[in-house]
């Protein structure tokens, strides 16, 4: 998960793009 921290750190858009990843490997 540590990776996913600093992909978050980037811009909005893949900010929002990881957290539909994450939402839906965590469903």
């Known amino acids: 998960m ?3 921290i ?3 750190g980037r811009p ?3 900010k929002s793009t990881l957290f ?3 939402t ?3 469903d």
């Open 24 to 26: 839906r490997s965590r």
């Open 2 to 4: 540590v990776p996913v």
């Open 20 to 22: 539909n990843r994450l």
């Open 12 to 14: 909005n858009v893949g």
């Open 6 to 8: 600093a992909l978050v």
